[in-house]
């Protein structure tokens, strides 16, 4: 029984932890998730998906993420030229967005359209690694998203 523990623990900690640990919001590139061609005006849009049950490190990723976007392009977001939403996935009525950026749980996503060119940046691991102690780096990832639209 012990030992069952000692693996169920060891494979939940190495499951859970990043792929690339060195990886920082200055490589953000690195986080693509897709692109495509669509007809539609520059914008930046910034997505957080969650399940109805939400953990801490899940509100604290939203509380980031949105108050960051709210406070720092509040003309843009007038304009249009900048959107941020908070996606329930599991409520319905959300099924499309869910699909178009494979969400299975709860998210970080920034997606970006530039001269009819969609980019899907998916800051999920990186946003969860530091949503409590180093919100910084999400907030310095959003901006360099938001600013290529700009």
């Known amino acids: 029984m012990k030992n069952t523990l000692i693996i169920c623990f060891a494979v939940l900690l190495f499951s859970c932890s990043p792929a690339d640990k060195n990886k920082t919001s200055h490589e953000a590139d690195n986080y693509v998730q897709s692109e495509g061609t669509v007809n539609e005006a520059d914008i930046a849009e910034?997505?957080?998906?969650?399940?109805?049950?939400?953990?801490?490190?899940?509100?604290?990723?939203?509380?980031?993420?949105?108050?960051?976007?709210?406070?720092?392009?509040?003309?843009?977001?007038?304009?249009?030229?900048?959107?941020?939403?908070?996606?329930?996935?599991?409520?319905?009525?959300?099924?499309?967005?869910?699909?178009?950026?494979?969400?299975?749980?709860?998210?970080?996503?920034?997606?970006?359209?530039?001269?009819?060119?969609?980019?899907?940046?998916?800051?999920?691991?990186?946003?969860?690694?530091?949503a409590e102690l180093h919100p910084d780096k999400i907030r310095e990832a959003i901006k360099m998203e938001i600013e290529k639209v700009l």
């Open 46 to 130: 910034v997505y957080y998906f969650h399940g109805t049950r939400r953990c801490a490190t899940c509100k604290a990723v939203a509380r980031v993420a949105k108050g960051y976007t709210r406070i720092n392009y509040e003309e843009e977001i007038k304009k249009g030229l900048v959107k941020v939403m908070e996606i329930d996935f599991d409520k319905s009525g959300n099924e499309a967005l869910v699909e178009k950026f494979q969400v299975t749980r709860s998210g970080l996503f920034v997606r970006t359209v530039i001269i009819n060119h969609e980019t899907i940046y998916n800051l999920t691991e990186m946003a969860f690694m530091n």
